[in-house]
């Protein structure tokens, strides 16, 4: 079954929604062996909707429309495919007193053009919307077309969609069925890198990337290179079974670069080696201002495992609250090595912690000089023995966006500190903190 996605709004073609429907609704009908040949995006016009539709049916079996479900002027989707295969609008009694019950339950007034919502072409199936007031349809069109072709629709908004994603499933598989097709699905899994561009990553798995099936492709994500491996088979667990093996053998050749898998973020990937052995961390943070922090408290169970962090930006804060020498500031300055390594052996005394992190540096645009631009950082980990304390430096593009600079900042100290839980992180500055110690 060849499947086309058509977004339909204005918002979107004039930049003030991103369309991140398309991309949701592709990995799902990835995942029910439905090729996603098609993405399409059209303004809230009815001739140019018409043009679409026209064009849609000649090269795909199933058509899925995502907004103009709304209940003003401009939410035309409904209407607008009703009239293309010339069929009348009826409403559905069902969706009529959900409409009602919907703002009865909020002690809200209906606009009477709400139950304009309630309207489906004759011949079309209702998809219920439990979580708002506009239903949307499926509905086979083979008899119009000639040929098997079926139409599901979905509001813009994403929760939307996603709650009502599940019967639009079983009305797809229902196509499936009654197509007599026999679909193999699409798994694919997602390995997340970082500390290596993609153009490496890519040169390290060169001959990997001529798969046909699992396929490997390198994709740039935001400050990290995500490696897809894809694989077509009957059911997930043999998919699971091609995917493996090359799973290994990708991380056999860069899985110092590797920190989790699919929808694991780097901080989650964190959180989940601090508890498992059973360490707090506390950070010191200076150009990040609270990033670091506001990371890893963002995932769930946070509270095992921190319990103090501190932004301090000025030296004179540095000093007071982490224990930096004004000697050390007055000779070397904020942003400096050494500095780092007062700041994370402060914080982990003061909090007594496992683990003090810190970060002082540019995060630009102003700021920066020739021997210390924007985009330098010094990034401190003191861990539980007195000796495990690791100073690294880093550079970021100082053409970045200040926010992009403090982001690629935090991505860094995050991937320092999970080498230092794996106990594969080197210091770049052993002078200043004596011997490298593993902390196990």
């Known amino acids: ?63 899925i429309f995502t907004g103009g479900l709304g209940p003003t002027e401009d939410d035309l989707t409904i209407a607008t495919i009703a009239d293309y295969f010339q069929t009348p609008l009826i409403s559905d009694p069902k969706s009529e007193e959900t409409i009602k019950g919907y703002f009865i339950a909020r002690g809200m007034p209906m606009s009477a053009t709400n139950l304009k919502q309630a309207k489906k072409p004759e011949g079309a199936v209702t998809v219920d919307n439990p979580i708002g007031t506009a239903p949307g349809i499926a509905w086979d069109v083979s008899g119009k077309t000639g040929k098997p072709t079926y139409l599901l629709t979905f509001p813009g908004v994403p929760k939307e969609l996603y709650a009502m994603w599940p019967q639009g499933v079983k009305f797809i598989r229902a196509m499936q069925q009654e197509a007599q097709e026999n679909p193999e699905i699409l798994l694919s899994r997602y390995l997340h890198f970082f500390g290596i561009g993609e153009s490496k990553l890519g040169e390290m798995l060169g001959d990997l990337m001529a798969n046909a099936n699992p396929t490997v492709a390198p994709y740039v994500g935001n400050a990290e290179v995500k ?9 997930e667990e043999q998919a699971t079974r091609l995917i493996e093996p090359l799973k290994t053998e990708i991380l056999s050749r860069c899985g110092e670069y590797y920190y989790g898998e699919d929808d694991c973020t780097l901080e989650q990937c964190v959180a989940q080696l601090l508890s498992i052995k059973g360490y707090s961390l506390a950070t010191a943070e200076s150009c990040t201002g609270g990033l670091i922090s506001s990371r890893l408290t963002d995932v769930p169970g946070s509270s095992a495992y921190t319990f103090i962090n501190m932004v301090t930006y ?52 102003e700021g920066g000089s020739e021997d210390k631009p924007a985009g330098l950082a010094y990034i401190g980990i003191v861990g539980p023995q007195p000796d495990a304390i690791y100073v690294k430096k880093v550079m970021v593009n100082s053409r970045y966006s200040r926010a992009d600079i403090k982001y690629w900042f935090s991505q860094y100290a995050l991937s320092f500190l999970l080498q230092a839980l794996r106990g594969t992180l080197k210091t770049d500055y052993p002078e200043l903190c004596g011997p490298t110690v593993a902390i196990n």
């Not at 929604?17 to 799902?28: D, E, K, L």
């Not at 009908?29 to 809230?44: E, I, K, Q, R, W």
């Not at 982990?348 to 645009?365: H, M, Q, Y």
Request: aromatic share 4%; charged share 20%; proline share 5%.
């Open 1 to 63: 079954m060849k499947a086309e996605i058509i977004a339909v709004g204005s918002e979107l073609l004039m930049g003030d929604v991103v369309n991140s429907n398309a991309a949701w609704i592709s990995r799902q009908l990835a995942n029910l062996g439905v090729d996603v040949h098609f993405h399409v995006t059209v303004g809230d016009n009815p001739p140019r909707i018409h043009s679409v539709i026209s064009q849609a049916i000649e090269r795909s079996s199933l058509l």
């Open 314 to 365: 000025g030296n004179m804060e540095k000093t007071q609250y982490l224990g930096v020498q004004p000697e050390t500031l007055k000779a070397v300055g904020a942003v400096s090595p050494e500095v780092a390594a007062e700041m994370a052996r402060g914080i982990k005394e003061k909090s007594r912690n496992d683990f003090g992190l810190s970060v002082t540096g540019i995060a630009g645009p």
């Open 227 to 235: 490696i897809r491996i894809a694989a077509k088979a009957p059911d």
